[in-house]
Every structure is written in C-alpha cells, then in structure tokens.
C-alpha cells in the first residue's frame, strides 16, 4: 500500500524567458530609454551595449555579431546564446550615413535585427508627445524633443528622464506606436523616408516576450 504522496519534486514547466541583446550607438540617450524599459519589464533578461565608435552604423553591427557569436563560450553570457539580437541605428539627415547599406545587409547575412529610425532615435521619443509627418533634420528633432521638456532631455548631454516620457500609464507609449506604424504605412522607400522608424518592433518584441 502507499503511504503519502512521493517526495519527488515534479519537473518545472516554467518556459525560459528569451534573451535579448541590444547595441545601441555611443551615445546615452537610446541606453537610458531601454535600460528604462528593462527596468519596466522587470526579469527579461535584456543585455545593453554601447558601440565604439558613435555614428558608424558598419562598427556597431559588427560588434553586434562578435558578441552573438562568443555568447555561447563566455561566462559573462552565461556560456548562452542570445534569442534575438538588435542593433539600434540613426539615419541621420540632412546627410545620411554612407556605410549604411552595406551595414545592413551584414547585418541581414548575419541575423541581426536593426531598430532604425530616420532621422535620429529622438524622433521615435518626439513621437510618445506629438505627432509629426513633415521632414526632420537630426538637430532638427533633437531641439524639438528639447523643448517638449517632458522628458527632460537635453541635446548637449544626452539625458533622458524614461519615467517623465513614459508617463503614469501606456497611453503614450501606445500613441507612439501608432504613430510610428502610420509612418510606415505612409512610406513608399522604407527608411529613406523621412520621418520613418521601426523602433516600436523591438519594444513589442521584449513586451511580447515579458507578457506585457
């Protein structure tokens, strides 16, 4: 006859959260949105890293794929390959990056996704407060996003206050996604358009893989 229940632990069938790892350019302000957001997101794991070299689209990506591929071996990776790995780019304008092309097709050749946004990251943050179709210069949105003040972004020191953007709930968030995906629709040259971003598909992707 059996006597209670067996003291044998089930086996767990707690799926493994996706890994993400997330280049951004050498500047602070895209490091300080998403490390915001991972921060929202709570247990994700999400590794954030900062290029080298600022505004080389070529260098970034590259870096991004060295990493990728010593992920597996290094102990600061927990010897774990990365589920998804994005690099998080700027056009520029009124100029805009000459490597540009060829950084995106290593970037395809090789699985890593890019976050662009023409002309500059700024605008996908302008995009939480307003609305805006009509061209963008870099210097251009980055003065617009200073004088929303919102967020209390400064252009001469790269700050950005994520919970003064992201404000008491997802409603602007959700506003810029919207925003941002009619810029898209509106496009008929992709990136070359200008204003165009598809940062909003990385954000979905980690608030997809954390359930928000």
Not at 3 to 26: D, M, V
Not at 144 to 153: I, M, P
Request: proline share 4%.
């Amino acid at each position: 006859m059996r006597r209670g229940k067996s003291l044998q632990r089930g086996k767990s069938t707690r799926a493994e959260q996706r890994r993400f790892l997330i280049y951004c350019e050498g500047e602070c302000t895209e490091s300080m949105y998403f490390k915001g957001l991972r921060n929202d997101l709570k247990s994700l794991p999400v590794t954030i890293c900062l290029g080298a070299d600022h505004g080389e689209p070529k260098s970034l990506i590259r870096a991004a794929i060295s990493h990728k591929e010593r992920a597996p071996f290094t102990a600061a990776d927990r010897h774990t390959a990365y589920d998804e790995v994005w690099c998080v780019v700027d056009v520029e304008a009124p100029k805009a990056h000459p490597s540009l092309d060829e950084a995106l097709v290593l970037a395809r050749r090789a699985g890593v996704k890019v976050a662009l946004t023409n002309p500059c990251f700024e605008l996908w943050l302008l995009l939480h407060l307003c609305n805006l179709t009509s061209y963008q210069t870099t210097a251009a949105a980055q003065a617009a996003l200073e004088k929303a003040g919102t967020c209390g972004y400064s252009a001469q020191r790269k700050h950005l206050d994520y919970v003064g953007l992201r404000g008491p709930d997802d409603e602007r968030y959700l506003k810029a996604r919207e925003r941002a995906g009619l810029l898209r629709a509106r496009s008929e040259d992709a990136h070359r358009t200008n204003p165009w971003t598809n940062v909003d598909e990385l954000v979905e992707r980690l608030r997809d893989a954390r359930g928000v």
